[in-house]
């Protein structure tokens, strides 16, 4: 009984040892050509050596900081609220402009990334463009040689007065550092940290690139956050003032009517009229100025309230984080890579196609 069914079922342990047998057979084939694995490994080190040695090592600068999202209002500032909200401003408002992920566009804008390349830098005593800087690192100047007047070509003076040839320029380097070197993100989404990175094969320029474009995009945040504040302020300022020459005029009309009668006659009424119109202007300048005065002041507290918090936590400092690899290191993962390669395409040739 015991041996009909070893005999109804013998492809199980035969399968499994036949595997077995082949998985053996492939390695010892494989060491049998120890040689042609030794040649790739061999091969595998060199080209790691090359990438080593020629491989020109990409830096990355970064730079973190604390953006403040929201105005609270705290401490003493809400009771002026309602006050405040019949002069016209509500100090309750806040800008959902830099909410969410709007802020990490606006680092990727053409605008920004724009002002920042035509920004002036001084590296080794000489100053020139951020662009130009990038320029001749890269030799692009050799490459527009076919293209008239294409290596002269310079980025100095007003840009809405770029020619086409000088757009297209910044265009096509503002896409390609949105798509290979400039990443802008959050740590974490609940944090107000974000975390700026800009790559390049040029340790000074990425330093440079990403010190401005921080600048530029944090400047460009606080003049957008406070341009509605900043200009109630200005109006009101300007109320103010001409409300208190009006008051100084009025005050000078009094002293000068009560001086063209010094003597006047108590029975005679009509020469008080002027002095009295001069001290009604007055009383009525008076009300006026101090109530500007008062809108005035709350206005700058909500400018005060308005600016955005920026701190900088993190900065990039030379010498830059690279991904160079050094010679052993290269020798080492390119003899090992080589040699995985080669043992692997040999170990599957044989256990499929023996």
Not at 243 to 261: E, P, R, T
Not at 331 to 353: H, N, P, Q
């Amino acid at each position: 009984m015991d041996e009909s069914l070893k005999n109804n079922n013998p492809q199980g342990p035969q399968t499994i040892q036949e595997f077995l047998a082949k998985v053996g057979a492939s390695f010892k084939y494989i060491a049998s050509k120890w040689l042609l694995v030794l040649l790739f490994a061999v091969l595998g080190a060199l080209t790691g050596l090359s990438i080593s040695l020629f491989k020109k090592p990409i830096y990355t600068a970064t730079s973190t900081f604390v953006l403040e999202e929201d105005s609270k209002l705290g401490g003493g500032l809400g009771q002026y609220a309602g006050l405040a909200s019949l002069a016209g401003v509500d100090l309750n408002s806040g800008s959902g402009l830099f909410e969410g992920d709007n802020i990490l566009e606006l680092y990727k804008s053409r605008t920004m990334i724009e002002q920042t390349l035509l920004s002036k830098i001084t590296i080794s005593g000489k100053q020139e463009l951020l662009i130009d800087r990038y320029i001749d690192f890269h030799n692009l100047r050799e490459k527009w040689q076919d293209k008239d007047n294409s290596s002269s070509i310079n980025f100095n003076g007003d840009p809405g007065k770029f020619n086409r040839f000088q757009d297209s320029i910044i265009t096509d380097l503002v896409q390609k550092f949105n798509e290979k070197y400039l990443t802008v993100n959050k740590l974490d989404k609940k944090l107000s940290i974000i975390v700026v990175n800009f790559s390049s094969t040029d340790e000074l320029f990425a330093k440079e690139f990403n010190n401005k474009l921080v600048e530029m995009v944090n400047k460009f945040y606080v003049q957008t956050k406070t341009k509605k504040s900043l200009e109630n302020v200005q109006v009101l300022q300007h109320q103010a003032d001409s409300v208190k020459a009006v008051l100084n005029s009025s005050i000078g009309g009094v002293a000068s009517a009560m001086d063209a009668a010094p003597n006047a006659n108590p029975q005679m009424q009509t020469l008080r009229v002027a002095s009295q119109r001069k001290q009604v202007d007055v009383q009525a300048s008076s009300a006026v100025y101090g109530e500007i005065v008062k809108d005035l002041e709350i206005a700058k507290i909500t400018l005060r309230q308005d600016v955005p918090l920026i701190q900088m936590i993190d900065m990039p400092v030379v010498p830059l984080e690279n991904d160079h690899i050094k010679v052993l290191k290269g020798l080492a993962i390119g003899f090992l890579l080589g040699a995985f390669v080669i043992t692997s395409w040999l170990f599957i040739k044989r256990l499929l196609f023996a």
